[in-house]
């Protein structure tokens, strides 16, 4: 079955980097892309960016284009998603998703990031 | 960018009551409009796909329609279990670049 397992929890202080990952299984991972997505607390879902796992052909939203490189590891199936220059505002949940390019049919559990000094 | 604006916020509902949930895109897209379920302290989950497309193993009870610039998203029968915030997300091939509505929480009583 498709899953999409990501790294645990991190806390950070304010300017510092993160990097999260998310391993994937079941299924052929150049044939899909997969995307990030934030969630601050009570709040709606946030897309960040995008990459072809088969090219490594990267899209980030303009919000996030200058803090966030994603890439991928095809041998270990896996991407990641590194943000820099943490600010409060990105204390959130952080979701990798599977997409053919649309939609997005598997979601990974979830990330929690604590941004705090 | 495309904004994606949902009606209502919030919907306070009986069991059994139809439940209809509109997203209004800021430009056309086509039928390139599709619907997430999330409940408390969980992942999305996929309902809906290309407006009106069901997701393999979505109860009936969800439907979705609309394309352009208005979509749909109805509840039939609604029942306890469908307590949750609900998503629509936009994926306009025009672009590459995506966007979800602002949720709407469907709270049962």
């Known amino acids: 079955q498709v899953q999409l397992v990501q790294s645990g929890a991190e806390v950070r202080k304010p300017g510092a980097s993160l990097k999260i990952s998310c391993k994937a299984s079941g299924y052929t991972f150049t044939s899909y892309s997969i995307h990030w997505v934030r969630q601050a607390p009570g709040q709606s879902l946030e897309w960040m960016g995008w990459?072809?796992?088969?090219?490594?052909?990267?899209k980030y939203s303009e919000k996030f284009q200058d803090r966030v490189t994603i890439t991928t590891d095809t041998s270990a199936s896996t991407a990641y998603m590194e943000l820099r220059s943490l600010r409060s505002e990105d204390t959130a949940v952080f979701y990798c998703?599977?997409?053919?390019?649309?939609?997005?049919?598997?979601w990974g559990q979830g990330t929690l990031v604590t941004v705090s000094s | 960018e495309i904004v994606l604006t949902q009606s209502p916020d919030f919907q306070s509902v009986t069991p059994k009551e139809k439940v209809t949930i509109t997203c209004r895109a800021s430009q056309r897209i086509g039928n390139a409009l599709h619907w997430y379920q999330q409940k408390p302290n969980q992942s999305p989950k996929l309902l809906i796909k290309y407006a009106s497309q069901s997701f393999s193993g979505v109860p009936s009870r969800f439907s979705g329609s609309g394309s352009g610039t208005d979509f749909t998203l109805t509840i039939n029968s609604l029942e306890a279990e469908d307590a949750a915030t609900y998503y629509c997300h936009q994926s306009s091939s025009f672009t590459s670049m995506y966007t979800f509505g602002q949720g709407t929480k469907l709270e049962i009583k």
């Open positions: 990459i072809n796992a088969d090219n490594a052909k990267t």
């Open positions: 998703a599977r997409s053919t390019g649309s939609y997005y049919d598997y």
